[in-house]
């Protein structure tokens, strides 16, 4: 309620967040976290929380009137189609040279991701996060982080053998033929679920298309691990659809926290103002740096130093198609968790994950999203006239991911004979350029922060989510984002509270 003071507020309940608020609660601090988005523990009308990719409804966007697929077009056909206007759980945010997806609700970007949770190689770890020992991270937190995300490997017989990974079989062939290094890529989905869903033991998931609006059964989300035990200690709230517009000090060391309540078509239905001991903003890489370089530039926080908005990069995303023969078809049933990729890193700086094209059809076409090693990186600035946060990221920036992604598949599109899908993102467009899945940066760990996430301009302030990262974690970043949480909360309940 309005005027309520509380020990730890927690702004977001992504990873970040809810490793603030697990370790939090267990040291003894009571802790209310604040999530924009809607709570996701309530079935629609037709029995499930979630909706499929293949029928998006009022649950799959962020207050938009029209879907925004990622593949927007198939077989040169727009696929978005109108949904009313609610507060959906993928928010398709779009500044000026990229669209930037990210999960909206208790949980974050675990509700929509593909839950492909993975560890960097340790020799890239020095450019991931250059003022972090590698070796309390490798010995500590990531095997912390990996432990309480509840990750795991798909069985290599059962992936030999199934339907549902036929593309993934071919994604390894074409791969292998070009001397590229093929990986498997765990992930947080329940593998003993999805042999289940293979076998129709159980309801499908994974095997039904659900991914990006949620998946009803198989995946761990953060609301079934970090989030699960957080509550269970009693110690923590959550409030969703209230969205935290400002924070500034208060008497007695203590912080102002305004915070909005939504309605679920997105109006303010209310405005709150809260006192809190201790601030942790973990918003997500965009909206932590989107309300830093706010309250820097509006005056509530004007001492946040100049490193703040500085340092965001997209991890290098880029998609692609590849058309196979029709000897190497990928399969009318593909479980939509990738669980396997191509390592061309160290020699290309790509790293390309076989993804799923789950249209429940035969498309002969290979799908790959690459992360690239792009070193470009933007900035987001305050923008008076608008009152609004800009990000300068341009769209010829992806070239260089695109020069990278190619160093694989130009060479398995010359050895198999094949070529690159033109009807995926576009009329003959190749490269979906124009997104990223993975923002990261914004508030970079030792620059705009101290080297554990404090704002040392303001004691009780702390960063702890991917805003932390300077902007690429050469895979997938959330078990990053996780275990440099883990590593940042621990100094800190030991040091500060
Ligand atoms: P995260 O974005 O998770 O959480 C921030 C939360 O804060 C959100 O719930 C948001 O609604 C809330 N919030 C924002 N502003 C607020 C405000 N002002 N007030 C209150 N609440 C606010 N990664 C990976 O490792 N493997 C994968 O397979 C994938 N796949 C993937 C697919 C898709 C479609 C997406 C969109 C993303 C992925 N990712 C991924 C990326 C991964 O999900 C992402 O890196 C993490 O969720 C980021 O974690 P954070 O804790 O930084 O923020």
Same mark, same amino acid.
């Given at each position: 309620?309005?005027?309520?003071?509380?020990?730890?507020?927690?702004?977001?309940?992504?990873?970040?967040?809810?490793?603030?608020?697990?370790?939090?609660?267990?040291?003894?601090?009571?802790?209310?976290?604040?999530?924009?988005?809607?709570?996701?523990?309530?079935?629609?009308?037709?029995?499930?929380?979630?909706?499929?990719?293949?029928?998006?409804?009022?649950?799959?966007?962020?207050?938009?009137?029209?879907?925004?697929?990622?593949?927007?077009?198939?077989?040169?056909?727009?696929?978005?189609?109108?949904?009313?206007?609610?507060?959906?759980?993928?928010?398709?945010?779009?500044?000026?040279?990229?669209?930037?997806?990210?999960?909206?609700?208790?949980?974050?970007?675990?509700?929509?991701?593909?839950?492909?949770?993975?560890?960097?190689?340790?020799?890239?770890?020095?450019?991931?996060?250059? !003022?972090?020992?590698?070796?309390?991270?490798?010995?500590?937190?990531?095997?912390?982080?990996?432990?309480?995300?509840?990750?795991?490997?798909?069985?290599?017989?059962?992936?030999?053998?199934?339907?549902?990974?036929?593309?993934?079989?071919?994604?390894?062939?074409?791969?292998?033929?070009?001397?590229?290094?093929?990986?498997?890529?765990?992930?947080?989905?329940?593998?003993?679920?999805?042999?289940?869903?293979?076998?129709?033991?159980?309801?499908?998931?994974?095997?039904?298309?659900?991914?990006?609006?949620?998946?009803?059964?198989?995946?761990?989300?953060?609301?079934?691990?970090?989030?699960?035990?957080?509550?269970?200690?009693?110690?923590?709230?959550? !409030?969703?659809?209230?969205?935290?517009?400002?924070?500034?000090?208060?008497?007695?060391?203590?912080?102002?926290?305004?915070?909005?309540?939504? !309605?679920?078509?997105?109006?303010?239905?209310?405005?709150?103002?809260?006192?809190?001991?201790?601030?942790?903003?973990?918003?997500?890489?965009?909206?932590?740096?989107?309300?830093?370089?706010?309250?820097?530039?509006?005056?509530?926080?004007?001492?946040?130093?100049?490193?703040?908005?500085?340092?965001?990069?997209?991890?290098?995303?880029?998609?692609?198609?590849?058309?196979?023969?029709?000897?190497?078809?990928?399969?009318?049933?593909?479980?939509?968790?990738?669980?396997?990729?191509?390592?061309?890193?160290?020699?290309?700086?790509?790293?390309?994950?076989?993804?799923?094209?789950?249209?429940?059809?035969?498309?002969?076409?290979?799908?790959?999203?690459?992360?690239?090693?792009?070193?470009?990186?933007?900035?987001?600035?305050?923008?008076?006239?608008?009152?609004?946060?800009?990000?300068?990221?341009?769209?010829?920036?992806?070239?260089?991911?695109?020069?990278?992604?190619?160093?694989?598949?130009?060479?398995?599109?010359?050895?198999?004979?094949?070529?690159?899908?033109?009807?995926?993102?576009?009329?003959?467009?190749?490269?979906?350029?124009?997104?990223?899945?993975?923002?990261?940066?914004?508030?970079?760990?030792?620059?705009?922060?101290?080297?554990?996430?404090?704002?040392?301009?303001?004691?009780?302030?702390?960063?702890?989510?991917?805003?932390?990262?300077?902007?690429?974690?050469?895979?997938?970043?959330?078990?990053?984002?996780?275990?440099?949480?883990?590593?940042?909360?621990?100094?800190?309940?030991?040091?500060?509270?």
């Amino acid at each position: 309620p309005s005027g309520a003071h509380v020990p730890a507020l927690v702004i977001g309940t992504g990873y970040g967040g809810a490793v603030a608020a697990l370790r939090l609660a267990q040291a003894g601090v009571d802790v209310h976290m604040i999530e924009m988005g809607m709570a996701w523990d309530t079935p629609g009308s037709d029995g499930k929380i979630f909706c499929n990719t293949r029928e998006p409804d009022y649950r799959s966007y962020w207050l938009r009137t029209r879907t925004k697929a990622p593949l927007n077009y198939f077989l040169g056909f727009p696929i978005d189609r109108d949904i009313p206007r609610h507060t959906g759980i993928l928010d398709a945010e779009e500044f000026g040279g990229i669209t930037v997806y990210q999960g909206r609700g208790v949980g974050g970007g675990s509700l929509v991701n593909g839950g492909m949770a993975v560890t960097p190689r340790r020799e890239n770890f020095g450019a991931v996060l250059p !003022s972090v020992n590698p070796d309390e991270m490798y010995n500590v937190y990531y095997p912390r982080a990996n432990a309480e995300l509840g990750v795991g490997v798909i069985d290599p017989a059962w992936f030999d053998s199934t339907a549902c990974y036929q593309y993934a079989r071919v994604g390894r062939k074409h791969a292998q033929r070009s001397g590229f290094p093929f990986v498997f890529v765990p992930d947080v989905y329940d593998w003993d679920y999805m042999k289940q869903e293979a076998a129709g033991a159980v309801p499908k998931s994974a095997l039904a298309g659900e991914i990006l609006y949620g998946n009803n059964h198989g995946k761990k989300s953060l609301q079934q691990t970090y989030l699960a035990r957080a509550r269970a200690t009693g110690r923590v709230a959550v !409030s969703p659809l209230h969205k935290v517009t400002s924070v500034a000090p208060a008497s007695g060391g203590r912080y102002t926290v305004v915070i909005e309540q939504l !309605s679920t078509t997105g109006a303010v239905t209310a405005t709150k103002t809260v006192t809190a001991d201790r601030v942790f903003f973990a918003a997500g890489s965009v909206g932590t740096s989107k309300l830093l370089v706010k309250l820097k530039a509006t005056g509530a926080l004007p001492g946040l130093n100049g490193e703040v908005g500085r340092g965001w990069g997209d991890n290098g995303n880029v998609m692609c198609g590849r058309a196979n023969h029709m000897w190497d078809p990928t399969g009318a049933l593909q479980s939509s968790i990738p669980c396997c990729g191509i390592d061309n890193w160290a020699a290309g700086g790509a790293f390309a994950e076989v993804a799923p094209l789950p249209t429940g059809i035969e498309t002969y076409a290979s799908f790959y999203l690459s992360i690239t090693n792009n070193p470009n990186r933007a900035q987001f600035s305050w923008n008076a006239a608008a009152g609004r946060v800009d990000l300068n990221w341009q769209a010829a920036w992806k070239q260089p991911s695109i020069t990278m992604a190619k160093t694989i598949f130009d060479k398995i599109n010359s050895k198999e004979g094949t070529i690159y899908r033109t009807d995926l993102f576009g009329v003959y467009k190749i490269w979906g350029d124009h997104l990223t899945y993975h923002p990261l940066g914004g508030a970079v760990l030792n620059k705009a922060t101290d080297n554990y996430g404090r704002l040392t301009a303001y004691p009780g302030l702390y960063v702890i989510d991917g805003a932390l990262i300077p902007g690429n974690t050469s895979v997938n970043p959330f078990v990053t984002i996780t275990a440099l949480a883990e590593r940042n909360i621990e100094k800190i309940i030991a040091t500060d509270l």
